[in-house]
């Protein structure tokens, strides 16, 4: 089973810049797909981005394209979202997902493993 722990969370200005990170307790994190998702109080968890195994499939909301990059190092068993040009509307909780397999996916119920989330709060 495949721990992940979410951190880099924070307060940021809008237009600031943050960097997530998500550490899988597995080796095996590397045969596995990684998304992230996130959740905004009274919500429902929202796609965000996701990363195929290898790094060579890539998808972004729309709503965060142009501005975040999801990336992995498999060799450090972690993976990363790059978040520039931060918005309010950015707030929410921010999950790291995985599911083992290839490919990556917006879907939430098709990933097994999830951290326990990392509070991103954009405001001046």
């Known amino acids: 089973q495949v721990q992940l722990v979410e951190s880099g969370g924070g307060l940021v200005q809008p237009g600031g810049s943050l960097r997530l990170s998500c550490a899988a307790s597995?080796?095996?994190?590397?045969?596995?797909?990684m998304g992230w998702f996130r959740q905004a109080p009274g919500k429902e968890r929202e796609f965000v981005a996701a990363?195929?195994?290898?790094?060579?499939?890539?998808s972004y909301a729309d709503s965060v394209k142009g501005r975040f990059t999801i990336s992995r190092d498999n060799a450090k068993n972690t993976g990363y979202l790059q978040m520039n040009s931060l918005k309010p509307e950015d707030t929410a909780v921010y999950y790291c997902a995985a599911r083992y397999g290839s490919g990556p996916t917006a879907v939430p119920s098709e990933y097994m493993y999830w951290g326990q989330g990392t509070q991103v709060t954009v405001s001046s």
């Open positions: 990363i195929s195994w290898r790094g060579r499939s890539i």
């Open positions: 597995e080796r095996t994190f590397s045969t596995y797909a």
